[in-house]
């Protein structure tokens, strides 16, 4: 039974923040258009984010009771191994459609639930009872002017992750040390920033990121590929 919480911030008072994008996340485009467009044209061509390591992330770190925030059309949940120690699955998007498509695709593998609300609002879980979390290729569309703004989803992560856990993910970046965007990702961001509702990252830096995931987690693993910041973090 999918999980519906009221707009409330962690301190319980009103929240207002990002918007669904019914348009983009359509279940055409993320059946048709999503996986060879966004992961396999433009993670590699425009943000020069290996897939691979993006495969080899979500083998080596996921764990049996797990959380991924912002699954897309659950492309790479699908492509886990037989052997993976995955039991449980929480998905949490504010776009019903992602939801309902990534359950569709990986429902029969695993015993998978949904929450259906912002990423930046205090998630409906319970301390310290998650083995990981996942955030890979979405925090450059919450609203906010630096990534300081979207830090409440690397808190949340963290207050959710038993000791030990780990939060992996990626997301795109438009300055800061090591990041060089393309021709073609420069003009995708200015398009895509120039939008309603699309991203949100034309301030969003490598050095910030760091910070933020530093300030939550004991131990950090990042690294910046193309213009995609990617990090493993411990708690």
């Not at 467009?37 to 993006?54: D, P, Q």
């Not at 990423?119 to 979405?138: E, K, N, Q």
């Not at 830090?151 to 090591?178: M, N, S, W, Y």
């Not at 393309?182 to 003009?187: D, F, G, S, V």
Request: aromatic share 8%; proline share 6%; hydrophobic share 35%.
């Amino acid at each position: 039974m999918p999980e519906t919480t009221p707009p409330t911030g962690p301190d319980g008072k009103n929240f207002t923040g990002n918007e669904k994008n019914e348009g983009l996340y359509s279940p055409g485009v993320l059946g048709k258009f999503y996986t060879p467009y966004v992961i396999w044209f433009s993670h590699r061509a425009a943000w020069g984010v290996s897939n691979k390591a993006l495969h080899d992330n979500h083998r080596t770190h996921i764990g049996q009771n797990h959380l991924t925030v912002g699954p897309g059309n659950g492309y790479f949940l699908a492509k886990l191994p037989a052997s993976t120690p995955l039991r449980t699955l929480r998905l949490l998007d504010l776009n019903r459609t992602c939801l309902d498509f990534t359950t569709q695709r990986v429902g029969r593998r695993f015993d998978t639930s949904t929450i259906e609300q912002d990423a930046l609002a205090a998630w409906p879980v319970d301390d310290g009872t998650l083995d990981s979390v996942d955030c890979h290729m979405m925090i450059h569309t919450l609203r906010g002017d630096i990534i300081g703004d979207k830090e409440e989803l690397v808190a949340q992560a963290a207050r959710v992750l038993k000791p030990g856990g780990v939060f992996f993910g990626a997301t795109i970046l438009a300055q800061g040390p090591d990041v060089r965007p393309n021709a073609l990702a420069r003009k995708l961001m200015a398009l895509y920033n120039g939008q309603s509702n699309t991203f949100s990252n034309a301030n969003d830096s490598s050095s910030d990121l760091k910070k933020v995931l530093e300030r939550h987690f004991s131990r950090v693993e990042f690294e910046v590929q193309g213009c995609t910041g990617v990090w493993v973090a411990t708690k």
